[in-house]
């Protein structure tokens, strides 16, 4: 077993009615897990590729001992006991109670398998994604041409607006 301890940012995500306690729940749980070393702020924007309520969302900092892949199995045992149900078949984006997924790692590492890829594969498209990495992130390496997270979103062409919701501090757990 890996030793090693990374600091890895988690994305979660709810358009659900009671997104704020969602996220709470979320953290509350992946807590259980891992060890939540810094949240960020609560972000509103639009919902990404499908019409449908606003999304809140929220950067996390963990750290973990172990393997990566063990991570994304936590994260999705935590949106089924949360009520995410994952569709087989039908459109790829849709309303969801909450979504969690990891984004980057520190130090940094690239992975792509059929079940995990970091860093997240679509990241650099999504202001939704970038914004609040770029909050207490900025300078984290964001892909494999050692670009940060800042200089990705310098770049991002995502015309969907992010706006702030509420100060990190506020909902630390």
């Known amino acids: ?90 459109p790829r984006y849709a309303s969801r109670r909450i979504d969690i997924d990891l984004i980057l790692t520190q130090p940094f590492t690239a992975l792509a398998d059929a079940e995990l890829e970091l860093p997240h594969p679509r990241m650099h498209q999504r202001r939704f994604v970038l914004e609040p990495l770029a909050e207490h992130w900025a300078n984290w390496q964001a892909d494999v041409l050692g670009r940060s997270v800042a200089d990705v979103l310098f770049v991002c062409s995502d015309p969907n607006s992010v706006h702030l919701c509420s100060n990190s501090n506020e909902n630390d757990s």
Request: glycine share 10%; net charge negative; aromatic share 6%.
């Open 1 to 90: 077993m890996d030793t090693k301890v990374l600091k890895v940012l988690l994305l979660l995500g709810s358009n659900s009615e009671d997104a704020t306690s969602v996220l709470g729940e979320a953290r509350a749980a992946l807590a259980r897990r891992a060890p939540i070393t810094r949240s960020g702020s609560l972000w509103r924007t639009a919902a990404w590729g499908f019409e449908g309520p606003d999304f809140i969302n929220q950067v996390i900092e963990i750290e973990w001992t172990g393997e990566l892949k063990a991570l994304l199995l936590e994260c999705l045992d935590v949106e089924r006991h949360l009520g995410r149900i994952r569709p087989t078949g039908g």
